[in-house]
């Protein structure tokens, strides 16, 4: 018997003669933080706003909490919460109005609690569109989270929020998890993503890439060691050779980024090469490979 709260099973999904999602299948377990990531066009939002019944699937199978999005949206919107990537609500609604219009939809109490967690206990009483942007984002996060769904679907919730704000979401969300709550996060934040889900799917092209944990996920890719080296005139740049056991190699905020299988020589070659030039070195970090570097390995060397 399969207890997955989230099912999909060869979904696809078309635009004309697009195929935006090419029969991928994934589950989500009961509990989870499960990432769904990839590049602009992946397929991600097709995916979303179908297990959200926004959208119609071409082929297929999809269950969410049992209930099939398409021929049950009635009985799917109790058990769902959505924050979209991009949404608006009426200029002149409130905070205030909007989480008691939102929670009574819902027949449950209104939560000014998560308007206060969210920052907007000072703003309850202005109009929508005097809302900044990150505070209409955050407006959002409120009304999907407002009637304690099982499923939180969120899509790219922390783009515009600032600093402190991205840490209370992502105290709100563990803690929602500990209620046993599954989120689904739609992210190009790969940061976010290592450091908040339990299992993340990359699609890319419509296909899914690869499915697992983030460490799973890192584990398997060309296991090179990231070597970020920021020297006091950068003759790095003026090398014409590359340094022993370097697979690839560039450039980003002034610091030179190797990858290499052999973490010893190449440290090595690379500190003897500064001497040399009398380049003081100022700053070399060696890292693990990230799901940042494991999703640009995938996405840039076209596994599908």
Not at 2 to 16: A, D, H, L, P, T
Not at 138 to 143: E, N, S, V
Not at 169 to 182: F, S, Y
Request: with cysteine.
């Amino acid at each position: 018997m399969n207890n997955s709260i989230i099912e999909v099973q060869n979904f696809r999904k078309e635009y004309g003669d697009f195929v935006a999602v090419n029969n991928i299948s994934f589950d989500v377990e009961p509990g989870e933080i499960f990432g769904l990531l990839g590049p602009n066009g992946a397929g991600k939002t097709s995916t979303l706003e179908s297990l959200e019944g926004l959208r119609t699937p071409d082929g297929g199978k999809l269950k969410v909490v049992g209930v099939d999005p398409t021929r049950e949206p009635r009985k799917l919107r109790n058990l769902i919460g959505v924050q979209l990537q991009s949404a608006s609500l009426p200029e002149s609604i409130t905070p205030d109005e909007a989480i008691r219009f939102f929670c009574g939809y819902h027949h449950v109490a209104p939560r000014y609690d998560l308007l206060e967690r969210l920052g907007l206990g000072q703003k309850r009483k202005t109009q929508f569109h005097e809302l900044s942007t990150g505070q209409q984002r955050r407006l959002g996060l409120a009304l999907a989270m407002g009637h304690d769904p099982q499923v939180l679907f969120l899509d790219e919730p922390t783009a515009g929020l600032d600093v402190a704000s991205r840490v209370e979401l992502h105290n709100l969300m563990r803690e929602l998890q500990e209620q046993g709550t599954t989120i689904i996060l739609a992210t190009h934040d790969m940061a976010e993503a290592e450091g908040m889900t339990d299992r993340v799917a990359i699609l890319l092209n419509g296909k899914l890439a690869t499915i697992g944990t983030p460490t799973e996920i890192t584990a398997t890719g060309a296991e090179l060691t990231k070597v970020s080296v920021f020297s006091s005139t950068g003759s790095l740049a003026n090398r014409d050779s590359a340094f022993t056991s370097v697979e690839r190699t560039f450039i980003k905020d002034d610091y030179h980024i190797f990858f290499s299988n052999d973490i010893g020589v190449t440290v090595g070659e690379i500190i003897k090469y500064l001497e040399v030039n009398s380049d003081p070195l100022i700053d070399l970090r060696v890292e693990r490979p990230s799901l940042e570097d494991r999703f640009l390995e995938i996405t840039n060397g076209g596994l599908l």
